[in-house]
């Protein structure tokens, strides 16, 4: 081997293993793909309750929950109970953070580090009024960092039969500790990025920059900030302007489904094997049913569509601006059918908001398809399963030699 080949394999091995800022990047990337990819069909089954059973979903078609009272649904207590405090709210809040904070920790410490990231999360649960999907993500690693750490200080000096009681005590006495550390510190600077969100939404609404806005709101949207964004500012400004005008395209900036659905189309066509699977069913939640959420996980896989969603979005407000585009009232949840049914009448606004919608996720598709590399990456990702279990095969069938 010449100098100049060995040089070029040191840079090459030094990209792949280095603690370049390239490198480090793609880590994170790849910790966050692997808290998010065991969960999601925890998100699609959310997804599915949500789009069926909250007020406006499929099985009430926009009423109040109530059922007759000789129907066999009256037994379970209407629709309604599934809906908000029943089942829809209590999964969003505290069962889907719960298992990325179980899966975070359990990447860093194994069992033990999914114990504890799960006591920790539930501690930043309570210290904020938003999905902890973020906090979870932060917390459940780190706590089972702090344990992995606290407990090496003492590995293998434990007297025999007293392991137990240690191992118990360390992990409730250290989770206790950061569960109240998440609610205190944690959450609160979550709710305080949920309202600097909404500030920057209103400053660009303003100040006539509404394609911009999607810089601020589909980034806020994957962290499950979309209902404090859009119920919180887009809502009440939208609602004044659409009582002068008769519609607003305040209405239409997050509840676009056309980005998310770029984006599954993509993960159908080019994703991971494991996101490939599940995208299917979520662009059907995603599109037909208006529950945005079941898409963010794949793009909290995958951080860097984030540029994806963003240029969708600019493109949906874009057209909108252009061509006087808006909607009556703001549509919940943002389904196709519901932008359809507020849409006010006229020729013209279904083809503005039609056009809306396609040309977001036709942009959203192309981005997001470039930066999985058109299938290249997802196949370098599903190899590294089949070539371990090959070598493994290999080296169990391979005779040592001396």
């Given at each position: ?22 490198t480090?990047v793609?880590r ?20 599915l309750i949500?789009a069926?059973f ?16 000789d ?8 629709w ?12 969003i ?13 359990r ?6 580090g999914?114990v ?13 009024d ?18 992995k ?18 191992d ?6 250290l989770g ?24 920057g939404?209103?400053?660009?609404v ?11 709101v589909?980034?806020?949207?994957i ?20 009582e ?32 490939k ?19 963010f ?6 951080p860097?569509?984030i ?15 252009m ?19 507020f849409?006010p ?15 977001a ?20 990702e ?17 005779p040592?030699?001396?």
């Amino acid at each position: 081997m010449s100098f100049s080949d060995a040089q070029d394999k040191a840079r090459a091995n030094k990209n792949r293993t280095g603690a370049g800022i390239g490198t480090q990047v793609q880590r994170l990337g790849r910790f966050m793909s692997a808290m998010i990819m065991p969960n999601i069909g925890a998100f699609v089954a959310w997804g599915l309750i949500t789009a069926l059973f909250i007020e406006s979903g499929w099985l009430n078609l926009g009423g109040d929950g109530n059922v007759a009272p000789d129907s066999w649904i009256a037994s379970v207590g209407g629709w309604g109970d599934f809906a908000g405090a029943g089942i829809v709210g209590p999964m969003i809040t505290y069962l889907l953070p719960l298992l990325i904070g179980y899966m975070g920790g359990r990447l860093v410490y194994e069992t033990r580090g999914a114990v504890i990231g799960a006591v920790a999360t539930m501690g930043v649960i309570v210290g904020s009024d938003v999905p902890m999907f973020l906090g979870a993500m932060i917390i459940g690693p780190f706590a089972a960092w702090c344990l992995k750490r606290v407990e090496a200080t003492w590995q293998g000096k434990i007297k025999p039969g007293f392991e137990m009681l240690v191992d118990n005590f360390s992990l409730g006495i250290l989770g206790g500790l950061l569960a109240v550390l998440g609610k205190m510190i944690i959450g609160p600077i979550v709710s305080r990025l949920v309202e600097w969100a909404g500030e920057g939404v209103d400053f660009l609404v303003e100040n006539s920059l509404l394609p911009l806005a999607s810089i601020v709101v589909e980034p806020a949207k994957i962290l499950f900030l979309n209902n404090a964004i859009n119920h919180g500012v887009f809502t009440p400004l939208g609602t004044a302007e659409a009582e002068d005008s008769g519609k607003s395209l305040l209405f239409m900036i997050e509840s676009n489904p056309g980005p998310g659905l770029g984006i599954l189309v993509a993960f159908m066509l080019f994703g991971p094997r494991m996101l490939k699977a599940a995208a299917p069913g979520a662009g059907i939640i995603h599109f037909f049913g208006g529950i945005h959420e079941v898409y963010f996980p794949f793009v909290l896989a995958k951080p860097k569509l984030i540029a994806a969603v963003i240029l969708g979005g600019m493109t949906g407000v874009l057209v909108g601006v252009m061509f006087n585009g808006g909607l009556v009232a703001p549509p919940s949840p943002g389904s196709i059918f519901a932008w359809i049914a507020f849409t006010p009448p006229g020729v013209g606004n279904y083809v503005v908001m039609f056009a809306q919608v396609l040309l977001a996720a036709t942009v959203s598709f192309f981005v997001a398809s470039m930066l999985l590399g058109f299938g290249r990456e997802a196949r370098r990702e599903d190899a590294p399963e089949d070539d371990s279990s090959a070598e493994a095969t290999s080296k169990s069938t391979t005779p040592a030699t001396v």
